[in-house]
């Protein structure tokens, strides 16, 4: 199986400051397609999860500009330029360009 | 509105049974994959199952294969989890999801004895 480690797991954040977050694979992402299929969720305490990067680098619907995926292969990132009180909960990786997907650990952000 | 709707979580025995059950509106449902992805208390996001537009190609992770069904109804827009041989590690919300922006807001499955 893929195995995603993410870094850090924990990452406090002063309001307005950027944040990056680091997830690692444990094999190459890239499908026979030449297709990534490598994403970002958050998830806010007690709410569903919410996709907010597909394949790589694409910022899904309504979510600020203010967040960036960037990466390739094995070594992906994800950036948030400046970090606002809403941006706080848990990031996950997750690929699905092998079976089983897979997700990483989780990194939670926090503000200080 | 996209809406998907879980439902069947509950208290169970370890050994038993449940199935659980997605109602999907506000979009082409019988056009996506579908898949569950589970989360036990306090813990990540584990991927669960998948099953194609047709219903014709299943995955499962490890832990649930042989145990657990995943199926579909598309005439009436309705995703589907069998649990068999239900173990304390099978507590957590199960979310059905597109695996994209559509979620369900989850249901939670619970073991004890």
């Known amino acids: 199986d893929v195995v995603l480690t993410q870094s850090p797991l924990s990452l406090p954040v002063t309001l307005g400051q950027p944040a990056s977050i680091s997830c690692r694979s444990s094999?190459?992402?890239?499908?026979?397609?030449?297709?990534?299929?490598f994403c970002w969720f958050h998830q806010r305490p007690g709410q569903s999860p919410r996709r907010l990067i597909y394949?790589?680098?694409k910022r899904d619907s309504g979510v600020p500009d203010r967040f960036s995926g960037s990466g390739s292969g094995t070594d992906f990132t994800l950036k948030i330029s400046r970090v606002e009180a809403e941006d706080i909960g848990v990031y996950y990786c997750?690929?699905?360009?092998?079976?089983?997907?897979?997700f990483g650990q989780g990194t939670k952000l926090e503000i200080k | 509105e996209v809406q998907l709707v879980e439902s069947g979580g509950g208290l169970v025995q370890p050994g038993g049974s449940l199935r659980l059950s997605c109602a999907a509106s506000?979009?082409?449902?019988?056009?996506?994959?579908m898949n569950w992805v589970r989360q036990a208390p306090g813990k990540g996001l584990e991927w669960v199952a998948s099953?194609?537009?047709?219903?014709?190609?299943?995955y499962y992770v490890d832990s649930v294969r042989g145990r657990f069904t995943i199926s579909r109804d598309n005439a009436n827009n309705s995703l589907y989890l069998e649990m068999h041989s239900l173990s304390a590690e099978d507590t957590a919300v199960h979310f059905c999801?597109?695996?994209?922006?559509?979620w369900g807001q989850g249901t939670l499955v619970t073991l004890s004895s």
């Open positions: 099953i194609n537009p047709h219903g014709n190609e299943k």
């Open positions: 999801t597109t695996g994209g922006n559509y």
């Open positions: 394949e790589v680098s």
């Open positions: 094999q190459s992402l890239v499908y026979s397609n030449g297709d990534t299929y």
């Open positions: 997750m690929q699905h360009t092998h079976w089983p997907h897979t």
């Open positions: 506000g979009f082409s449902f019988s056009a996506y994959w």
